[in-house]
C-alpha cells in the first residue's frame, strides 16, 4: 500500500507520495512513485498500489516512454494520457506474451478468490445464525455467487475499440490460465457443469468491460497530471490498469479533475490509496467512527421503538406492527437524513474552508502541504499496531505551467555530487548543444 496525494488549484498541482513498497512479506522503503513523464513539459505521472505492471518496474516504463517521446507535445493532458495509454499496446517487446499470460492467470485467481470469498462469509453467516448447511447447500450458495457476480459484469458497459471477435479471442488465448485458476480456486466445490462454463467465460467478461475489478492483484494505478501546451489551469487524470489481455490493454478511468475559473473549480485535495487521515482531516471525523454512528444509531433507534413497546405493553401482533412501521423510517433517518446532515456540516464546516485557502496558496505552500498529508498518514501508521505500509522518505513535486516539473524533496539511491554524469546525460540532447555553444566560444 501507499499514501499518496495531489494538491491542486489555479497555479500548479502539487503531488506527494511516500515510498514504501510491500514485496514478499516485506516492505521496503526506497520506491520512486513520482516521475516527470516528459523532460521538457510540465507533465507528471504518480504511481499507486504495484510497483510493478505485467511484471515490468513503472520505473522502467516510464523512462522507456519517455525515450521515444523525446520533446513531442500535446495540445491537451487529456491527448498526453492517451498516447501513454497507446504506448502499452505499441511496445511488445516490453510486455511478452508470457508477462501477459501470467497476469491473465492471476487476474482470473483473484476474480474467482473473491466471489469464493464472499459466498464463504454469507455461509458463515448462516452457520452462525443457526442454520446447518449441507454440502449440496454450500455448492448451491457458490454458485448463486457466482452468477450473480457474472451478471453484474455481464450489465456493465463494453469497451469501446475492440475488435469485434474480442472477446472469443480472449476466452480461447487464456484457457489453460483460467481453468489452472478455477481448478486452484474451486477444487473441493463440485461446482456443475453450467457454474464451470460461467467460470471459463468470466475473464473474457472482464476483458470488454468497462469497469474495474477492485481486488485484482494485478492492479496498478496511475495518476497524471500537469498541463497539455494549451491547457491554461492543471487537469488531472487517473486510471487503473489490470493486464494486457490478447494485446489489448485493460484500463478504466476514474472521473477526470480540471481546475476552473468557477468558485467550485479552484483548488482540489485529491489523496489516492490508503486515503483515511487525509479524509480525517478534510471532514472532521475518521470513517471507520463515522461508519460506527451509522450502526449505532440504527441500533439505538430500533431499540428505543421496542421500549416504546414495552412501555404501552402492547401484544405481539401490535408489538411486531409498531416495529415493522417504524423500521424503514428508523433506516431513512440513519441512512439518509444523517448522512445527507453530516455530509452538508462536514462540508461547511471544514472541507470548504480548506479548499477556499488552497485556492489561494503560492507553489511552496501548496507542495508543503501535500508533504504534510502524506506525512500524517505515515505518522499514523507508525504510531498503531497497523503494519507500516506508508513510509520512508516523501518526494514531493510541484507541476506550474511556467516553470514546469519542480522537485521540492526527492530521494537518491546515490549521491548526486559523486555523480555528475547522470546531470550531465539526463537531457543528453540539450547538453550536447551547450557543449557545442561553449566550443564555439
Not at 517487446?93 to 462469509?121: C, N, R
Request: one cysteine or more; charged letters at 30%; proline letters at 5%.
Amino acid at each position: 500500500m501507499t499514501a499518496e496525494i495531489a494538491v491542486m488549484n489555479q497555479e500548479a498541482v502539487a503531488l506527494a507520495a511516500d515510498s514504501a513498497v510491500t514485496g514478499r512479506a516485506k516492505i521496503f522503503t526506497s520506491a520512486n512513485k513520482i516521475f516527470a513523464l516528459s523532460k521538457y513539459h510540465p507533465v507528471a505521472l504518480m504511481v499507486f498500489d504495484n510497483a510493478q505492471f505485467l511484471s515490468v518496474p513503472w520505473d522502467t516504463i516510464v523512462k522507456q516512454y519517455r525515450r521515444q517521446l523525446g520533446d513531442k507535445s500535446f495540445p491537451t493532458l487529456q491527448e498526453h494520457a492517451e498516447d501513454f495509454l497507446d504506448f502499452f499496446e505499441r511496445s511488445p517487446t516490453l510486455f511478452p506474451p508470457e508477462a501477459e499470460s501470467q497476469a491473465a492467470g492471476a487476474l482470473a485467481y483473484s476474480i474467482f478468490e473473491t466471489i469464493l470469498t464472499e459466498a464463504l462469509e454469507w455461509i458463515e453467516d448462516r452457520i452462525g445464525a443457526g442454520e446447518e448447511p449441507t454440502q449440496q447447500d454450500v455448492t448451491k450458495d457458490i454458485e448463486v455467487f457466482i452468477e450473480q457476480h457474472r451478471n453484474d459484469w455481464k450489465r456493465a458497459k463494453r469497451r469501446s475499440g475492440l475488435p469485434k471477435n474480442y472477446r472469443e479471442t480472449v476466452t480461447k488465448r487464456y484457457r489453460k490460465q483460467v481453468d489452472a485458476a478455477i481448478r486452484a480456486v474451486f477444487e473441493r466445490v463440485g461446482l456443475s457443469s453450467k457454474a464451470l462454463k460461467q467460470l471459463r467465460g468470466f475473464l473474457a467478461e472482464v476483458a470488454v468491460k468497462d469497469r474495474q475489478f477492485e481486488e485484482a492483484s494485478t492492479h496498478s494505478g496511475i495518476v497524471i497530471a500537469g498541463f497539455g501546451s494549451k491547457d491554461v489551469f492543471p487537469r488531472l487524470r487517473r486510471y487503473h490498469f489490470e493486464g494486457i489481455l490478447a494485446k489489448h490493454l485493460k484500463v478504466t478511468e476514474d472521473i477526470p479533475i480540471s481546475v476552473g475559473i468557477r468558485p467550485a473549480e479552484r483548488a482540489y485535495i485529491v489523496p489516492f490509496a490508503q486515503r483515511e487521515q487525509v479524509e480525517t482531516f478534510m471532514e472532521g471525523i475518521d470513517p471507520d467512527l463515522r461508519n460506527y454512528l451509522h450502526g449505532w444509531w440504527h441500533q439505538k433507534l430500533d431499540g428505543l421503538v421496542e421500549e416504546v413497546a414495552d412501555e404501552l405493553k402492547l401484544p405481539k401482533q401490535k408489538r411486531t406492527k409498531l416495529v415493522e412501521a417504524f423500521e424503514e423510517r428508523c433506516g431513512e433517518i440513519v441512512h439518509r437524513e444523517f448522512e445527507e446532515d453530516l455530509i452538508e456540516y462536514a462540508h461547511q464546516n471544514n472541507v470548504r474552508p480548506v479548499i477556499n485557502i488552497v485556492g489561494m496558496l503560492p507553489k511552496d505552500v501548496l507542495a508543503e502541504m501535500a508533504e504534510s498529508l502524506v506525512n500524517l498518514t505515515s505518522f499514523k501508521r507508525r504510531v498503531t499496531p497497523q503494519a507500516e505500509t506508508v513510509g520512508g522518505p516523501i518526494d514531493v513535486a510541484v507541476i506550474s505551467r511556467g516553470d514546469g516539473f519542480i522537485w521540492i524533496k526527492r530521494k537518491h539511491y546515490f549521491e548526486p555530487a559523486l555523480n555528475p554524469h547522470f546531470l550531465a546525460h539526463y537531457y543528453p540532447e540539450r547538453h550536447g548543444k551547450s557543449e557545442g555553444k561553449k566550443k564555439d566560444r
